[in-house]
Antibody
Framework: QITLKESGPTLVKSTQTLTLTCTFS??????????VGWVRQPPGKALEWLAL???????RYRPSLKNRLNITHDTSRNQVVLTMTNMDPVDTATYYC????????????WGQGTLVTVSS | QSVLTQPPSVSGAPGQRVTISCTGS????????VHWYQQLPGTAPKLLIY???YRPSGVSDRFSGSKSGTSASLAITGLQAEDEADYYC???????????FGGGTKLTVL
């Protein structure tokens, strides 16, 4: 059974850096085709893909946010960490950790999400 | 504004069939698969259809997907109250070199 769980602050201030951790189980990020990433959803709005880390350590980012994002893998703890710098109130959203189990580009599994509010 | 265009809302009576469209371009749907997600109120999205037309295990056969050219569609037959949710299409965009989502469609069961 695959599980993904997000953790991190629920409130950050403008200009601060957000660090979110996704702790996963039930699969290995070393397996060919597997990926773990992040998707966010501002209140009442659509889903936005942010970043994806592939089994081969390749990393992809949303182009408009590329300069602010960094995704890393802590292999010893089965965790993927997303950092987003220079937070702004428009970054207020529910942040979901997502996984893909194969080379096909869809997200099989989603975490429950964590709401992050950015105060000015 | 999303790269993939979906109608903001659709509705139908119980038992009816509804379709949700997802329109893109040659840089995305025209050359890549489309996937669909269902987001029930207050919950995380769930994979509904992958690679244009395949259902993950456990997804009702009342849901079906199709793709033609630069557009895709999700069809729901035998509409039920529990189908009331937001539906999102997703693909890959070559120009943006990444994952893209549609703007989402809210399905209301009358």
């Amino acid at each position: 059974q695959i599980t993904l769980k997000e953790s991190g602050p629920t409130l950050v201030k403008s200009t601060q850096t957000l660090t979110l951790t996704c702790t996963f189980s039930g699969f290995s990020l070393s397996t060919y085709g597997v990926g773990v990433g992040w998707v966010r959803q501002p209140p009442g709005k659509a889903l936005e893909w942010l970043a994806l880390l592939y089994w081969d350590e390749d990393k992809r980012y949303r182009p408009s946010l590329k300069n602010r994002l960094n995704i890393t893998h802590d292999t010893s703890r089965n965790q993927v960490v997303l950092t987003m710098t220079n937070m702004d109130p428009v970054d207020t959203a529910t942040y979901y950790c997502v996984s893909r189990s194969n080379i096909l580009a869809f997200f099989d599994d989603w975490g429950q999400g964590t709401l992050v509010t950015v105060s000015s | 504004q999303s790269v993939l265009t979906q109608p903001p809302s659709v509705s139908g009576a119980p038992g009816q069939r509804v379709t949700i469209s997802c329109t893109g371009s040659s840089s995305n749907i025209g050359n890549y698969d489309v996937h669909w997600y269902q987001q029930l109120p207050g919950t995380a999205p769930k994979l509904l259809i992958y690679s244009n037309k395949y259902r993950p295990s456990g997804v009702s056969d009342r849901f079906s997907g199709s793709k033609s050219g630069t557009s895709a569609s999700l069809a729901i037959t035998g509409l039920q109250a529990e189908d009331e949710a937001d539906y999102y299409c997703q693909s890959h965009d070559n120009s943006l070199s990444g994952v893209i989502f549609g703007g989402g469609t809210k399905l209301t069961v009358l």
